[in-house]
């Protein structure tokens, strides 16, 4: 099955510096890679999401990057903010099969 | 109506008791999900329902039993729990099962097994 690693585990980055945080995935059938954000007490929220045809897809100040050859996908955040704080897991799948979530990275944003 | 709603937020309960958690999306969406978890770990798949039928089930307990009443409503019977199904379980939805689609979530509810 799908396996997906995610690093770092945590990040710590001053207010209005950018952040990234990469995953790399096992499966090369897989074509489909969300991002969510966590806060505490809250449910996962879908923040942006590649497809396998794209290389790379930008939304404001979040973006995500997608190496299909290396299979391995970044998300970047820019001007950090501190209500970017909270816990962000990548996820992988092939179609709408089931996700496989990668560890998670608490992102905290110093002011 | 763009949310998943869950209720109860919260859920205390014996070993011996039986109770129900509720999911509830508007959104016209055919696939539903539950998810279990743990404290700062991703969350983990336990079934899958499609036009409100059982497609996939990953090898949970029986003390978790779940149905799908409608199109709109997902619920997970509880019975016989043990400590450490202590966790937060989450309900998702997603537009059906062809091809892509996004996943979206609710709030979860918090559940303590005493």
């Not at chain 1, 001007?79 to 992102?107: H, I, M, W």
């Not at chain 2, 999306?25 to 539903?32: C, D, E, T, V």
């Not at chain 2, 899958?48 to 039993?65: Q, T």
Request: charged share 20%.
């Amino acid at each position: 099955g799908e396996n997906v690693e995610q690093h770092p585990s945590t990040l710590s980055v001053q207010e209005g510096d950018s952040a990234v945080i990469k995953c790399t995935y096992s499966d090369s059938a897989s074509n489909y890679f969300p991002w969510y954000k966590q806060e505490l007490g809250k449910g996962p929220q879908l923040i942006i999401d590649i497809r396998s045809n794209v290389g790379e897809k930008k939304d404001q100040r979040i973006a995500v990057t997608l190496n299909k050859t290396a299979k391995h996908f970044s998300l970047h955040i820019t001007e950090t903010q501190p209500e970017d704080s909270a816990v962000y897991f990548c996820a992988a799948s092939f179609g709408n099969e089931k996700l496989t979530f990668g560890t998670g990275t608490r992102l905290t944003i110093i002011p | 109506d763009t949310e998943v709603t869950q209720t109860p937020k919260h859920l205390v309960m014996g070993m011996t008791n039986k109770k129900s958690l509720k999911c509830e999306q508007h959104m016209g969406h055919r696939a539903m999900y539950w998810y279990k978890q743990k404290a700062k770990k991703p969350p983990e798949l336990m079934f899958v329902y499609s036009y409100e039928k059982l497609s996939i089930n990953e090898s949970v307990p029986s003390r978790f039993s779940p149905e799908c009443p409608n199109s709109s409503l997902l619920n997970l019977h509880l019975h016989a729990l043990q400590p450490e199904d202590s966790a937060l379980y989450l309900c998702a939805s997603s537009q059906d099962r062809i091809g892509i689609r996004e996943q979206f979530f609710g709030p979860g509810t918090r559940l303590t097994v005493l």
